[in-house]
């Protein structure tokens, strides 16, 4: 890895960024005009099947963050480290703050059935009137009353949501970041706290939640072992980034005007918009839309959308069965295949856990009187349109219950790299995409430790620095009108579907 330059008007920072497929220890210097991420260290997110479900190696995943920091500090200077991951995970420490058992993945089954307790308890409009989260049946809170009774849950004395567990085993202190709080079915979307209403009306301790921290807020500093192993300087600060994994890659979209919409696109496609207040309307409940908290107070309302983990679970079938996986070729194939032969809801509860999505997807579509896609082109492009549809429903979903205009879509993240996808979900939308930056996370991420050292401004001129530093890609819209009916009669038909007839 080449080392960065190390400007004396700017700074480099590092920023531990995890995904639910792989994590990476990125640099980014920040200095008067100048934005500009280096790898450090990438490492893999696998998962772990044991006798009592899915579980994360958060173990292996702490070490790939000290060996990414160990790789940062042979490479200069690091003003601070910021982490963020996925949300709705978590760990559960005992009294001595030991780890209580390796933390549970959300794709586990054991969450089946579990919100229908919480609900009969507190009704799903109230539970929506307090959260302004859209219902997902591993949201934290559910994930916490599929563990009541349990010898784990009964030892536990604080719970850390997965990203202030690694800050934790970085600096012992303890605390819980806000954006990712807000993900947990246990934070109140008005006021900005924990929900004592809600704890004491699903039997939760509030002891068992730690105190909240905002982006910008000073996290400690590396332990002594860790600075020891990494090379770090003693006293290297941590600070608290948008530990939400979507909230960081939020902080990153290039938007030069307010009238935008973004779709965050990896593993989920979260799809919405930056508001200055929760919308918590009937309206907005049914339509499954959630308010997780941005950076300075603002409100992400948007929806989860299935996303690029259908394409990516198709390619890990095929990988297994020695078929050729290779996205360029697989794209290839998909812009050959016949156009709107099958679609499917990206969210249908099938597609959730791991196993055979390509017979998932010709399963689905048998039980919906469609024909079901045959070789992998044929699956690719009906997950791809499929995706486009999703957002296209989302996102106008979105401005209707906020009552906005939405003049442009900026898609970040791993999916801004799908040619395909980007120029389908602009034909869906009938919007200009701008896609990137790719490692929109990251930047995120090191935006705020720049930010919080004093190094760029608000969210305007950080968004305007990522808009001029990094590699955009625009798609239009095509105008002709038989490309935009073939959307709309393909909109129509996924939506009049029924999902199992």
Known sequence: ???????????????????????????????????????????????????????WNVLGLFQGVLEGLRAAARSGPVASVGVDTWAVDYGLLDADGALLGAPHHYRDRRTEGAAAGVLARVGAAELYRITGLQHLPFNTVFQLASAAGSAQLAAART????????????????????????????????SGVWSTELLDGIGITSGLLPPLRAPGDPAGELLPHVTGFTGLPVGTPVTTVASHDTASAVVAVPATAPDFAYISCGTWSLAGLELD????????????????????????????VMGLWLLEECRRTWAARGLPVGLDELLAQAAGAEPFAALVDPDAPEFLAPGDVPERIRAYCRRTGQPAPGGPGAVVRCVLESLALAHRRTLRQAAELAGREIARVHLVGGGARNALLCQWT????GLPVVAGPVEATALGNVLVQARAAGLVGDRDAMRRLVARTQ?????????????????DTAADRLETSPRNP
Do not use: K, Q
């Open 1 to 55: 890895m080449s080392a960065p330059h190390s400007a004396s008007a700017g700074g480099v920072f590092a920023a531990a960024d995890l995904g639910a497929t792989s994590g990476r220890v990125m640099l980014g210097e920040v200095g008067a005009g100048r934005l500009a991420l280096t790898e450090a260290h990438r490492f893999p997110n696998t998962p772990v099947m044991l006798p009592d479900g899915l579980r």
């Open 159 to 190: 719970l850390l949501p997965m990203p202030d567990l690694l800050v934790h085993w970085l600096t012992g202190s303890i605390g819980a970041e806000e954006t990712n709080a807000s993900t947990t079915g246990l934070f109140d979307a008005r």
């Open 277 to 304: 207040a929760p919308v918590l309307t009937e309206e907005s409940r049914a339509a499954n839309f959630t308010n997780e908290r941005g950076i300075d107070g603002t409100v992400r309302f948007l929806r989860n």
């Open 426 to 429: 602009a034909d869906a939308t």
């Open 471 to 487: 590699p955009l890609r625009h798609y239009e819209p095509r105008e002709d009108r038989a490309g935009r009916a073939a959307w």
